[in-house]
């Protein structure tokens, strides 16, 4: 029998249903970036490519987002994934965390609701600030998708999915990070990418139990992204069925990627075919690649990213997954943190 599902970008798959396992790590231990850098795990390398990585590269991708063409980004259509990419479960080791670093000027903050299946982000807060649209041409058109500036030694790391980094066998161009995403509004500017990376596993065979991608930015106007905006901070091997609040900019109806959105509650292990989280959710395609934060305090907007909106079951589109951030996860921000930004 064959249960169907798709990435956040819209896309129906099929694989065959297997029983994930449920598996926890120690509680988290915190480390500086720069600690991290000595504790790499072991594992193979992520995959990597250039992307605008020369000044002339950057005006010219930062010239070809205008807004009208950023209105017109629409969530990517993706390929059912081939047999047997279920079969491996992401690679558990020590627990790791990095603080969120505070960045930027501050926003309003208000309380909202600690439980919710998919609703506006409205009162601001450094989440406003480091979660964000991203803008990339694959295939010949424009698509979008979400992600986050993270705390990270050079400064200048967002962490979002795979398929927002690679589809069909080939990197997006073009690709750019606008955080603060509002209504057409770019009010921390666009920054365009000079390095994309994501897990072998993803790079070889598109195995959405490891969709995770990274990208490097370059700095604008003098400043790197972190010291713009902030950082969430940033985990790996934790343990599983907790308290999450998921971000993202939806795209496909009802939503229309003008706005943050954010769902919340307790995550689940997924029991039909993959070794992903579940959450209760009903963002849609474009918000792949926003963060799924652990310790999220509302009062300030700061919290741990721990995963990212991946895909849906097209026969249960209230649940979101997202994939376990385990070793590969963290071997993708690693070489990600240690690549210079130019």
């Known amino acids: 029998m064959q249960r169907k599902f798709r990435l956040l970008s819209a896309a129906t798959l099929s694989a ?6 449920t598996a926890t790590a120690p509680l988290p231990a915190s480390a500086s970036p720069a600690q991290a850098q000595a504790q790499a795990p072991a594992g193979p390398k992520p995959a990597q490519r250039a992307a605008a990585d020369t000044a002339t590269e950057r005006r010219q991708v930062m010239t070809y987002w205008t807004e009208r063409r950023m209105e017109a980004a629409k969530p990517l259509d993706a390929p059912k994934p081939k047999a047997g990419l279920t079969a491996d479960a992401p690679e558990q080791g020590s627990s790791w965390t990095a603080p969120p670093t505070r960045g930027g000027s501050g926003g309003d903050v208000d309380l909202q609701a600690a439980r ?3 609703a506006a982000w409205t009162r601001g807060g450094a989440v406003a600030r480091t979660t964000g649209r991203i803008f990339f041409t694959t295939q010949g058109r424009n698509a979008s998708c979400s992600g986050t500036a993270v705390t990270s030694a050079n400064k200048s790391v ?3 999915a795979g398929h927002c980094v690679k589809m069909n066998g ?6 750019v990070f606008v955080p603060g995403y509002a209504a057409g509004d770019r009010p921390f500017g666009t920054w365009p990418a000079t390095r994309l990376l994501t897990t072998q596993q993803w790079n070889a065979s598109e195995d959405i139990n490891f969709d995770v991608a990274a990208a490097v930015v370059a700095p604008l106007e003098g400043k790197t992204l972190v010291d713009a905006v902030g950082g969430q901070g940033v985990a790996f091997n934790q343990q599983r ?7 993202g900019y939806p795209a496909a109806a009802p939503y229309d990627g003008s706005k943050l959105v954010y769902c919340s509650g307790r995550t689940f292990d997924d029991f039909l075919a993959s070794k992903d989280m579940g959450l209760t959710c009903d963002m849609t395609g474009g918000s792949s690649g926003g963060p799924w934060m652990l310790n999220f305090n509302e009062s300030t907007g700061l919290g741990t990213q721990n995963s990212v909106n991946s895909f849906k079951y097209n026969f249960a589109t209230n649940w979101m997954f997202g994939p376990y951030f385990g070793n590969e996860a963290q071997a993708v921000y690693q070489a990600a943190q240690s690549t210079n930004a130019l």
């Open 158 to 160: 967002v962490l979002t």
């Open 16 to 21: 065959a249903a297997i029983t994930a396992a």
């Open 241 to 247: 069925r907790r308290q999450m609040y998921a971000f």
């Open 116 to 118: 919710s299946g998919g």
């Open 170 to 175: 080939a990197f997006h161009t073009n690709w």
